[in-house]
């Protein structure tokens, strides 16, 4: 089993930032692609960010592109978000998430997901 707990989140201003961690604990963390999801009252999780086993590779939804970066520090169990330039529309519980399977970057993106954290709070006021 895997625990995984976020903290980071909070209240900003648009075009401010924010970074998001998310420690895990049990199993062997750095084989383990790692991700982000949002959700909103009302809609269904959607994928945000995600990064391979390895830090190697990184996959991001359109709408984050340029403004979020992914990245993971093994060593500490940890992975990151860093968001910058946010917008109201980003405002969402974010979710921290894993896939079991090492090679599962790509099935993680797609909503795969073995683990889930308990959510943080993002608000972006205009």
């Known amino acids: 089993q895997v625990q995984l707990s976020e903290s980071g989140g909070g209240a900003v201003q648009a075009g401010g930032s924010l970074r998001l961690s998310c420690s895990a604990s049990g199993r062997t963390f750095s084989d383990y692609p790692m991700g982000w999801f949002r959700q909103t009252p009302g809609k269904e999780r959607e994928f945000v960010a995600a990064?391979?086993?390895?830090?190697?590779?990184?996959y991001y939804a359109d709408s984050v592109k340029g403004r979020f970066t992914i990245s993971r520090a093994n060593a500490q169990n940890t992975v990151y978000m860093q968001m910058n330039s946010l917008k109201p529309e980003d405002t969402a519980v974010y979710y921290c998430a894993a896939n079991a399977d090492a090679s599962a970057s790509r099935t993680l993106v797609q909503g795969g997901v073995d683990y889930w954290g308990q959510g943080t709070q993002v608000t972006v006021s205009s």
């Open positions: 990064i391979s086993w390895s830090g190697g590779r990184t």
